[in-house]
């Protein structure tokens, strides 16, 4: 119905910068809202950011607040994580997730459909 490929991960410096892309196919009209989420090795995942279909609301977790930008071109239906002063903490599994619902929930179960998961690393 919905697919959703990240791209854009890798390897960084503490203090540097990577952008995340994440491109839906399928039944793309159905999306509304989408979101990041990460996961650490033995931690749970949890939100990042997110962005109503419009992108006149944001939400951010406060760890990446200031530092991490959402957006979104709706045009070619992808949706973008710029993260920049990385930190080490920063290490995760960044998932891309879209929603049916408006809003930009921090909540896991409100996004119906998830990405792979790409990979970033921060070395310090």
């Known amino acids: 119905q919905v697919q959703l490929v990240e791209s854009g991960g890798g390897l960084a410096q503490a203090g540097g910068s990577l952008r995340l892309s994440c491109a839906a196919s399928?039944?793309?009209?159905?999306?509304?809202?989408m979101g990041w989420f990460r996961q650490a090795p033995g931690k749970e995942r949890e939100f990042a950011a997110g962005?109503?279909?419009?992108?006149?609301?944001?939400a951010y977790t406060e760890s990446v607040k200031g530092r991490f930008t959402i957006s979104r071109d709706n045009a070619k239906d992808t949706v973008y994580l710029q993260m920049n002063s990385l930190k080490s903490e920063d290490t995760a599994v960044y998932y891309c997730?879209?929603?049916?619902?408006?809003?930009?929930?921090?909540?896991?179960?409100?996004?119906?459909?998830w990405g792979q998961g790409i990979q970033v690393t921060v070395s310090t």
């Open positions: 962005i109503s279909r419009s992108a006149y609301s944001t």
């Open positions: 997730a879209a929603s049916t619902n408006s809003r930009p929930t921090m909540t896991r179960d409100s996004y119906e459909y």
């Open positions: 399928g039944r793309t009209f159905d999306i509304y809202a």
